[in-house]
């Protein structure tokens, strides 16, 4: 069985508990058949989520998030953004840096690496024993665990199951039941006339990884065609989620540029973070 590590865009998940693997880090999968993709009807379903149906064969999988500390002892560095954790799982880590830290291990252990790397072209050698990230059909099997939900507990993670902020509870029943509703709640404010602009800087709170609904009433009240669209947000640690996705969906003319995301209050350099961002998108010098 090839081994295979976990890898997201937002938080470096190829998964493993210590700075060399061994069987007791890895979880056997065995292989099958299920349904990839998402029905219509989910909710912020995107367009590339086409049921179809998918084999897999017997795989192997890191159980644990490489954490700070691994990935330091292999790379030389620790690129996290949420402090020197050792134990916290490293994160601010592209796909490339993942692949380059496969092949690091790999060699490191006396694996052959499973990967190639030319410049920004990368070829899997799918012979070599080293590590390697899942395929995506892997990641969504694994994950899925049985279950065809978005979530394992059906609609949603709801604070039931998990702290989403980690440091204080919350309970927002009627704004979770609006998102697995995706209501449209009626706005009190409207603009008379939205031609005389030609920029929105859109602003909100990430809900449950994405837009608040009143966002969603704001954007189909509309008609943004040819406008640009300034996203920026706040978090407590999921960045834009899949926020962008939802814009893109109920604003598809619109152009979407670069946005901002803030943790929590965005800290002493917020004010810095904002005038580079504006500048970065030409609307403040």
Known sequence: MMRAWLVSVVIFAFMTSCAF??????VSIKGGTFLMGSPESENWRGVDETQHEVTVGDFSIGKYEVT??????????????????GRLPVENVSWLDAVRYCNARSEKEGLTPAYTIDGSKITW??????????????WEYACRAGTAAPFNTETSIGADEANYYGHYPYEIKEAQRDQHRQAR?????????????DTILLGYPNWW???????????????LSGKTILPFCSHGGG?????LTAIAKLA???VIKEGLSVHYGGGSGLSG?????????????
């Open 239 to 243: 960045r834009f989620g899949q926020s």
């Open 185 to 197: 709640p009626k706005l009190k404010g409207h603009i008379k006339n939205i031609a005389q602009y």
């Open 252 to 254: 598809p003319k619109a």
């Open 273 to 285: 973070d904002i005038a580079r961002w504006l500048s970065k998108n030409g609307v403040a010098k």
């Open 21 to 26: 693997a061994s069987d007791d880090d890895f």
């Open 209 to 223: 990884a994405s837009i608040p609904m009143p966002i969603a009433s704001f954007l189909e009240e509309y008609d």
């Open 125 to 138: 050698n799918q012979a070599a024993d080293g590590y390697r990230l899942p395929t995506e059909a892997e």
């Open 68 to 85: 700070q500390s691994e990935y330091e002892a292999v790379m030389g560095g620790n690129p996290a953004s949420f402090g020197n954790g």
